[in-house]
């Protein structure tokens, strides 16, 4: 079983709609998350850390679900520019972090 | 504003040859990664440092060097490149002072070995 796993996609949604991602992580000693977004052809850059007590910024809410071992991210009134491939990024151990495969998402007008 | 740098963005080597990847940063940041990225595979750490001279063999670092001379640079070398070394190359880089801090990314370097 991979560390952290997520559901690939694509996922395609019109503009304006909301659209959730789940990534599931194997250890349960893990101690911080976060998603990364990463653009077709370009590295990825953090998008926000995911805290116990869930977090928004903006349009994006992550949640973590540590009974469950998993951690979302929902983006709301989608826009064009969200497209891209989102990275679950889940922290083991001393600048262990270990990265999910991604999940792409397509925004269409 | 954070610059990593990587000193190719395409690079195609022949089997057997030696290629070195560089890698420079701006920020005075104490640690350094290098990633390699292949589809279904995500990226996979290779080595990373967190001082000068120093490195830490990452979950994937059969085939693959480092070397770490001055701070801001960060070199992975390829002794015998194989073609199963083909794949997107990515550094990192994060200042100390906790066990995480975000870490920027370089642009990437594409490798191709024939």
């Known amino acids: 079983r991979k560390e952290v796993e997520q559901d690939p996609g694509p996922f395609n949604v019109p503009e304006g709609a909301t659209v959730a991602f789940n990534c599931t992580y194997s250890n349960s000693a893990s101690q911080s998350f976060f998603w990364y977004r990463q653009d077709c052809r370009k590295e990825p850059k953090l998008l926000m850390s995911v805290y116990s007590s869930g977090n928004e910024d903006g349009r994006f809410t992550a949640q973590l679900n540590r009974a469950s071992q998993y951690i979302s991210l929902l983006i709301r009134d989608s826009k064009l520019s969200d497209s891209a491939t989102y990275l679950c990024v889940v922290i083991t151990g001393f600048q262990k972090l270990v990265f999910g495969t991604g999940t792409r998402l397509l925004v269409s007008p | 504003d954070v610059k990593v740098t990587q000193s190719s963005r395409y690079l195609v080597k022949r089997t057997g040859e030696k290629v070195f990847l560089e890698c420079v940063q701006d920020m005075d940041h104490e640690n350094m990664f290098w990633y390699r990225q292949d589809p279904g595979l995500g990226l996979r750490l290779i080595y990373f440092?967190?001082?000068?001279?120093?490195?830490e063999k990452g979950d994937i670092p059969e085939g693959y060097s480092v070397s770490r001379e001055k701070k801001e640079r960060f070199s992975l070398i390829l002794e015998s490149a194989s073609t199963n070394q083909t794949s997107m190359y990515l550094c990192?880089?994060?200042?100390?002072?906790?066990?995480?801090?975000?870490?920027?990314f370089g642009p990437g370097t594409r490798l191709t070995v024939l």
């Open positions: 440092s967190y001082d000068v001279k120093m490195k």
């Open positions: 990192a880089s994060s200042p100390s002072g906790s066990d995480y801090n975000e870490q920027f």
